[in-house]
Structures are given as structure tokens and as C-alpha cells.
């Protein structure tokens, strides 16, 4: 069955440190997106990317970059960890249809110490 | 403005009635679609049920359904008949402004609806 993976699930590292989380799809999909959720916040887009080579800042871009280079992997990068990261990261993959759902992978804790 | 407005950071119901979770969005575009997501205290994202902004019916998908109110500028999940299972956090999302020439698949999320289902 296609699906979408994040690894690690969970992570701790610490302030200033750089961090790669990875995020892959077997759907083909062209159509990618990183959100993070804080409590009282939802779920806030990072970035987003709509096939490869192509990458674009979502709302709380600051901190983070994404490259895709393609189609089934978007991984999420953090520069210099910072306390303020610390989150539950979420993947998501989309079809090109604008009445789809966003699937969305199982998520990443990441504690920044 | 939030774009997203879930009012309700909480609610309660008892099992076996209805329960509705409100949400109310903000956009000056004429194309967009609303999603409701439920997130168990496993943490996973569970898709629900869509409603676009021409569908001229109310989505349904089982005991899911979907109140959407144009004019108002609402789309509340309506869930009939509650199970033990449906206590989640619950997120109201939405996607705007695609037209020919251009999509946009983002979505933006309301901050979510704690729902307790009790015995």
C-alpha cells in the first residue's frame, strides 16, 4: 500500500545543533507541505514544495529549509536548533487535484534542549 | 484576521447524541474548499469530510456531516449518534484562492476542538 513515512519519530538534540527530518511518499505525489503543531496554535505551514526542484515559505518559514530533489522525498532541515522549535512536525503529500485531502505522515517530536 | 476560527477549544457530549464543533473562516476569494480533520490522542491525522465553496449540498460521510453556511461564512461538523471513539482534537482547515491559471493546495488550520465523548 502507498504511504507517507517521517523518521525519526522522535528526536532530541540540542540548541544550535542542525537537524534533518525526513519525510517520504510511495503516491507519487507531486505535492508536499512540512507543518508544525504547538498547542494552541494548530497546525502552522512551514514549507511547501509542488514537484522538484520547486520549494516555497509557508507562514513559520524562519529557521527551517526544505530541498526536493524528487518526487517521493521532502526532507524538513533546521540551520541552528533553537528552543522555540521545539514541536510535533508534520509531513503531508497531495494529489494535483484542489478537492483532495493532504495525507498526512504519523509526525516527529522534536525536543530542542 | 484568522483566516480559521474554531471557538470551542473544548466540549463535551454524552455517547449516543449529536455533537456540533463550530467553525467559521474568512476569505474574499470565490473558490475554496473546507476540511475537518480529527487528531486521536495518538497523533495521528485522520481526513473527515470536504465541502467546496460551489457544492450547493451539505457533505455527508457517515455519521460526519458538514453545516456549511455561504452567507455566514460557516462550516460547522455536525456528528450524529457519538462514540467513545470520536474523543479527538478536532481541526477545521481551509483552501482558497485557486482559478485557472494558478492552484493552491496549502491549507490553513484552525487551533482545533477538543471533543470528550462520556459515558
Known sequence: DAEITQSPRHKITETGRQVTLACHQTWNHNNMFWYRQDLGHGLRLIHYSYGV???????VSDGYSVSRSNTEDLPLTLESAASSQTSVY??????DSTYNEQFFGPGTRLTVL | AQKITQTQPGMFVQEKEAVTLDCTYDTSDQSYGLFWYKQPSSGEMIFLIYQGSYDEQNATEGRYSLNFQKARKSANLVISASQLGDSAMYFCAMREGWNSGGSNYKLTFG???LLTVNP
Open chain 1, 90 to 95: 508534520f509531513c503531508a503529500s497531495q494529489p
Open chain 2, 111 to 113: 487551533k482545533g476542538t
Open chain 1, 53 to 59: 526542484q520547486d520549494t516555497n515559505k509557508g507562514e
